[in-house]
């Protein structure tokens, strides 16, 4: 069983910047394909980024330039920089991992941006 604790959000002006964080419990981090995703009030949950173990990353062009998703190893832990924020960038942000055998969501932190 893996757990993923997300940490980081809350309340930032536009035009301001949050970082992330998801530590994750167990064993297969390292060999996991994380990601962060996003869902808005009344909308479907979307990717946002994501890395492979290999350091391999894509991101949704709505983020691309402003994001920056990142992992340690050592740590088990996943990061998203997030900059240059927008109000539509407001939504419970979730930490995933995913491989063939398992996929494990975190319980989300909420990002508001609002001035």
């Known amino acids: 069983q893996v757990q993923l604790v997300e940490s980081g959000g809350g309340l930032v002006q536009p035009g301001g910047s949050l970082r992330l964080s998801c530590v994750a419990s167990?064993?297969?981090?390292?060999?996991?394909?994380m990601g962060w995703y996003r869902q808005a009030p009344g909308k479907q949950r979307e990717l946002v980024a994501r890395?492979?173990?290999?350091?391999?990353?894509v991101y949704a062009d709505s983020v691309k330039g402003r994001f920056t998703i990142s992992r340690d190893n050592a740590k088990n832990t996943l990061y998203l920089q997030m900059n240059s924020l927008k109000p539509e960038d407001t939504a419970v942000y979730y930490c995933n991992s995913w491989t063939l055998s398992a996929n494990y969501w975190g319980q989300g932190t909420q990002v508001t941006v609002s001035s």
């Open positions: 167990g064993s297969i981090f390292s060999a996991a394909v």
């Open positions: 890395i492979t173990s290999g350091g391999s990353t």
